[in-house]
C-alpha cells in the first residue's frame, strides 16, 4: 500500500513570496490533515478535512494560508505572503475516517520549508 | 483545554538497557493516547494508542506503553533498547470532544548509545 505522499520535499523562499505543498493521501482515507511543526516543537494541527469539507481550521492563519481539498483526494496548502516565522515542516496525515479519534493517522514525509 | 508534556527533552540509554520516555496528559474526559517516532527527515510513524482496556498496550517494534489514570501518564517503554532506536518521540493525545484533533507533545529525542 501507497504511503501519503508530498511535494516538494524541499522549498526555499524569500518573505513575502507564495508557496504551495500538495499532499496525496493514502487511497481510501476520507480524512486528511495538514500540520506544521516548528524546529524543536510538536506538529500543530492547521487544518482537518473530511473528503472535501474542512473539519477544523481553528489553528489555520487565514490571512496568508489557504487550504483546498477538491474531490475529497489530493489537498494543496498555500501561503501568501510568506513570513519569516513561517520556516517549519508542513506534515501531511490521512486516516480512514474520523471515528471518534480511533483511526490511526499516517504521517508523509514533510515539506521542510526555509524562508529568508 | 487538553494537553501533552513530555518532560524530558533527550533521554540517553546503552543499548541493552531498558528505556522508558514519559509522557504526562491533561484531558476533561476519557483520553485517547498515542505513541508517534519520526526518523530524521521523516515523517512520523505511529508505535501504538491506548482507547480502553487493559493498560498495558504493545506496539511496534518492541515498545509497549503502560497507561496510568490516577498519575495522568502514559510512558513508553521498552525492556532492551537498540541503536537503531535513537529517534524523536512524540506523545499525543486526542481531543474526544468536537474534531477529535490531535495534540502533540514538544517531543522527546532517544539516544541508544552503544
Known amino acids: 500500500e501507497a504511503g501519503v505522499a508530498q511535494s516538494p520535499r524541499y522549498k526555499i523562499i524569500e518573505k513575502r513570496q507564495s508557496v504551495a505543498f500538495w499532499c496525496n493521501p493514502i487511497s481510501g482515507h476520507a480524512t486528511l490533515y495538514w500540520y506544521q511543526q516548528i524546529l524543536g516543537q510538536g506538529p500543530k494541527l492547521l487544518i482537518q478535512?473530511?473528503?472535501?469539507?474542512?473539519?477544523?481550521d481553528s489553528q489555520l492563519p487565514k490571512d496568508r494560508f489557504s487550504a483546498e481539498r477538491l474531490k475529497g483526494v489530493d489537498s494543496t496548502l498555500k501561503i501568501q505572503p510568506a513570513k519569516l516565522e513561517d520556516s517549519a515542516v508542513y506534515l501531511c496525515?490521512?486516516?480512514?475516517?474520523?471515528?471518534?479519534?480511533?483511526?490511526?493517522?499516517?504521517f508523509g514525509p514533510g515539506t521542510r520549508l526555509l524562508v529568508l | 483545554a487538553q494537553s501533552v508534556a513530555q518532560p524530558e527533552d533527550q533521554v540517553n540509554v546503552a543499548e541493552g538497557n531498558p528505556l522508558t520516555v514519559k509522557c504526562t496528559y491533561s484531558v476533561s474526559g476519557n483520553p485517547y493516547l498515542f505513541w508517534y517516532v519520526q526518523y530524521p527527515n521523516r515523517g512520523l510513524q505511529f508505535l501504538l494508542k491506548y482507547i480502553t482496556g487493559d493498560n498495558l498496550v504493545k506496539g511496534s517494534y518492541g515498545f509497549e506503553a503502560e497507561f496510568n489514570k490516577s498519575q495522568t501518564s502514559f510512558h513508553l517503554k521498552k525492556p532492551s533498547a537498540l541503536v537503531s532506536d535513537s529517534a524523536l518521540y512524540f506523545c499525543a493525545v486526542r481531543d474526544t470532544s468536537g474534531t477529535y484533533k490531535y495534540i502533540f507533545g514538544t517531543g522527546t529525542r532517544l539516544k541508544v548509545l552503544a
Open positions: 478535512f473530511q473528503n472535501n469539507g474542512v473539519v477544523d
Open positions: 496525515a490521512s486516516s480512514v475516517s474520523r471515528d471518534r479519534g480511533l483511526e490511526t493517522q499516517y
